[in-house]
């Protein structure tokens, strides 16, 4: 995980859903890396709650899309993370196919990618 001092820290994060205690059994593909502010400057959020928690833990292990298959709010910035990464093993996925930026707010269904839509 990025942290303020630009390092990266393994951090230990609590799933809380079951779908997300199953993915982190799965090995870590990536570092979470913050969305950048207008100067450059990854934009650290505070983890506070189960969604935090689960988001995290889905964008560390998950599936990234390609730029072309970005869901909307993740195309438009939105969320705090830099790429948007999906669930593409569990059955059903983890906010019905939502990302890791969608389920941060708690509203995948917000998500284009999620099913719920
Ligand atoms: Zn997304
Ligand atoms: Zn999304």
Same mark, same amino acid.
């Given at each position: ?38 100067? +450059? &400057? ?8 189960? $969604?935090?928690? #689960?988001?995290?833990? *889905? ?35 983890? +906010? &019905? ?8 707010? $708690?509203?995948? #269904?917000?998500?284009? *990618?999620?099913?719920?839509?």
């Amino acid at each position: 995980m990025e942290d303020l001092d630009g390092q990266h820290h393994r951090i230990i994060v609590e799933p809380q859903s079951k779908i997300a205690k199953a993915i982190a059994t799965l090995p870590i593909e990536r570092t979470v890396m913050w969305r950048r502010d207008s100067n +450059g &400057y990854p934009v650290i959020k505070d983890i506070v709650s189960a $969604a935090n928690r #689960d988001a995290i833990i *889905l964008h560390s292990r998950g599936s990234e899309l390609a730029e072309n298959d970005a869901c909307i709010r993740c195309v438009s910035d939105m969320g705090p993370f830099l790429g948007c990464v999906a669930d593409q093993n569990s059955s059903p996925p983890m +906010g &019905y196919g939502a990302c890791s930026n969608c389920i941060w707010g $708690a509203h995948p #269904d917000r998500c284009s *990618l999620s099913k719920f839509n």
